[in-house]
């Protein structure tokens, strides 16, 4: 028996409730089993227990064994002192409260459909990553429906609570926590913490500064960065160096490891270089960025904040000095919707909510329902069992699901996994 499935049969009530007894006799009835506390302490707190004709409130602890109570030492927490029933599968000993009065205790073992138990553990044995991958087509689509649209909430809590602490960090600057995080999706999946370094070696207010000159913007993100040429062997690189070191001397600033980024197993068009010149355009470009993206409603209005190309000399280069076929290296439309997913979607519903605008708030939402659904690896698992996301809003939902739920097996958690074991 785990102790987990113990706690979900609690919260479930679903357990035999007839003529409920303690161990000492006394009869029981469960008004309301508490709220399931996944942190240190009572396993459920403000819980209550009617025994015999007295109400009591309080807090519920459960274990597999009666004996697990002292074996985790709650006899010595005063944490454990509001504890008004001990709920366990099994009586193995009996215990005193710190008042030296009997531990009040529920024993579980007669009264747990184990047909639930092994419904439960032939998920855990799943070896599929999703876990009920061969059992979800049985499912009502209704209930896959409203979990995702309760697991996407959680995931839009989850950013926005990271996101809050960044704003605190960055003394609530709104327009430099938007910038780094905004660089940080620039970087991509294999250059994300590379961008996140540089965004914080050249703060949005030093490149607010250059916002008239994009050529000077270029210039410090090129070589804070470390990936200005040691030998220019081109105008503008010789041209951009020297600008560089006169910002250096300027802002009394030092450039990053040039090994830090990868340029491996990238397209070309994914380069850092072409990424580092695409930024700069955009913050060039739109030099009012955050405002602009918190008071534009539409998707055509974002996409056309967001539609600028790096510097005339990337249209020849990928990299500094060596001369490639005319491409215009323009921000692609599923970079776009990247950023709108993870970036902007994410602080429009933080800046909603800190500024109490609910229409902010539900057009965060909106903007991911109206976006076509993400293509990577965690969506193509989810498609060959036919589940298939139509908004990035499901996508998100389905990441969510599967990083904090089916790879962590918490299938007790999860309203498709509490279908399956019923």
């Not at 996508?395 to 962590?408: F, G, I, P, V």
Request: contains cysteine; hydrophobic residues 40%.
């Amino acid at each position: 028996m785990k102790e987990e499935f113990l706690h979900y049969i609690w919260k479930t009530k679903q357990f035999a409730p007839a003529d409920l007894k303690t161990t000492q006799g006394q009869e029981i009835e469960i008004v309301f089993p508490g709220d399931h506390n996944f942190n240190s302490g009572p396993d459920f707190f403000n819980a209550q227990i009617k025994i015999e004709d007295m109400l009591w409130t309080g807090n519920v602890e459960i274990h597999i064994k009666a004996s697990d109570w002292m074996k985790h030492k709650h006899q010595n927490d005063d944490t454990y002192n509001n504890v008004i029933l001990h709920v366990v599968y099994e009586c193995d000993c009996e215990l005193k409260t710190h008042n030296d009065e009997a531990l009040t205790t529920l024993v579980m073992r007669e009264r747990i459909d184990m047909k639930l138990y092994e419904n439960y553990l032939r998920l855990l044995k799943s070896k599929t990553t999703i876990v009920c991958a061969n059992s979800i087509n049985e499912i009502p689509s209704i209930i896959i429906t409203s979990w995702l649209s309760r697991v996407l909430a959680e995931r839009l809590e989850r950013k926005i609570s990271e996101l809050k602490f960044e704003l605190e960090q960055n003394g609530k600057d709104w327009e430099e926590t938007f910038y780094r995080q905004l660089a940080k999706q620039f970087g991509m999946k294999i250059n994300a913490e590379p961008f996140s370094w540089l965004a914080a070696a050249v703060p949005y207010k030093m490149i607010s500064r250059q916002r008239d000159n994009l050529f000077q913007m270029e210039a410090l993100l090129f070589g804070q960065a470390g990936l200005l040429p040691e030998k220019p062997e081109d105008e503008y690189s010789f041209t951009l160096i020297s600008e560089y070191n006169f910002l250096q001397i300027k802002y009394h600033i030092q450039p990053m490891p040039s090994h830090w980024w990868r340029f491996m197993r990238l397209r070309p068009n994914n380069f850092p270089t072409i990424r580092i010149a695409q930024l700069a355009g955009l913050f060039f470009c739109q030099p009012q960025l955050f405002r602009s993206c918190m008071e534009a409603n539409e998707i055509s209005e974002l996409k056309k904040l967001l539609d600028v190309s790096a510097s005339n000399y990337w249209t020849e280069h990928y990299s500094f000095g060596k001369v490639s076929k005319s491409c215009e290296k323009n921000i692609g439309t599923q970079a776009m919707d990247t950023i709108l997913i993870n970036t902007i979607a994410p602080f429009k519903f933080l800046y909603g909510r800190m500024t109490a605008n609910e229409h902010l708030v539900q057009d965060a939402i909106s903007l991911l329902e109206r976006i076509g659904p993400e293509k990577n690896k965690i969506i193509r698992e989810w498609g060959c069992i036919k589940v298939q996301p139509t908004s990035a809003a499901e996508s998100q939902a389905l990441l969510e699901l599967k990083k904090n739920y089916c790879d962590k097996k918490k299938c007790l958690s999860c309203e498709i996994g509490n279908y399956l074991l019923g």
